[in-house]
């Protein structure tokens, strides 16, 4: 791709597949780079150190790439909001973040499990039928809503680690997982699924209890999540044991 001059002496030049540079003076002012998620969808992002150089990099992105495109911003980061908005995208869904207490004081839960339901505890689930469950449950997912309004995280296929996963178990089959990650010192709940067939019989609300009580007993006082907005139960899961809205972010789309 020919770089694209300004009249703020801004160049942009295409320097990879999905990636796109600004340059000022021989100094690079801002990057682009656009990835297809396993949905499908196609995500962009651009940082740059001024707005000459964010709109001419989101205008030779546009002009290169089909649509529609979308981005994920920090709702409390208004300026990038209003320049992706000037671009020409707009809201489509908003996804919350919570901070999750763990103490059973504070949260409310305790170790009672539903009818006929037993929980493996982390590492101990065997990974043959945790790796069913998963193609089970994504299975549904496609099937019925999709995966649009799902957070990005859940969209990945992860590497189905036992160590991570809490299980539910009934009749002899696994019927529910949670998945946390530990990235970092905080651990982040990524997701909790329970097959169509065996939910609203509090499956998910004992996997809940198993984990927090667990991360609990390890000395972690809290864990964080993300919840689509749209996500009426799952707001109402993590909302019913204490848990604290500390951000959102919003996911735009240019159509």
Excluded at 59 to 66: K, V
Excluded at 225 to 242: I, R
């Amino acid at each position: 791709m020919n770089p694209v001059e300004s009249s703020h002496a801004v160049l942009i030049s295409r320097v990879a597949p999905g990636q796109w540079h600004a340059l000022e003076d021989d100094l690079v002012v801002g990057r682009g780079e656009a990835s297809r998620r396993s949905d499908g969808r196609m995500f962009i992002s651009i940082d740059a150190w001024h707005r000459a150089a964010f709109d001419l990099l989101a205008e030779a992105m546009l002009a290169a790439l089909p649509r529609p495109l979308c981005t994920v911003v920090d709702e409390t980061d208004l300026d990038l909001t209003a320049q992706w908005q000037r671009a020409g995208f707009t809201t489509r869904r908003r996804e919350w973040e919570y901070a999750v207490p763990t103490d059973p004081r504070a949260t409310g839960l305790d170790s009672a499990l539903p009818p006929g339901v037993t929980v493996k505890a982390f590492g101990r689930a065997e990974e043959a039928p945790l790796r069913a469950l998963d193609r089970t449950i994504r299975n549904e997912v496609e099937a019925g809503p999709g995966w649009y309004d799902m957070p990005a995280e859940v969209l990945v296929r992860p590497v189905l680690d036992p160590s991570n996963y809490a299980v539910a178990a009934q009749s002899g089959q696994y019927v529910g997982l949670l998945r946390v990650a530990t990235v970092t010192r905080l651990p982040r709940i990524g997701l909790i699924a329970v097959r169509a067939d065996r939910q609203r019989r509090g499956i998910a609300r004992a996997l809940l209890a198993h984990t927090l009580g667990a991360l609990h007993d390890v000395g972690k006082e809290t864990v964080s999540a993300e919840v689509t907005e749209s996500n009426v139960a799952a707001t109402a899961l993590f909302e019913g044991v204490g848990a604290r809205r500390t951000g959102s972010n919003l996911e735009l789309v240019l159509r």
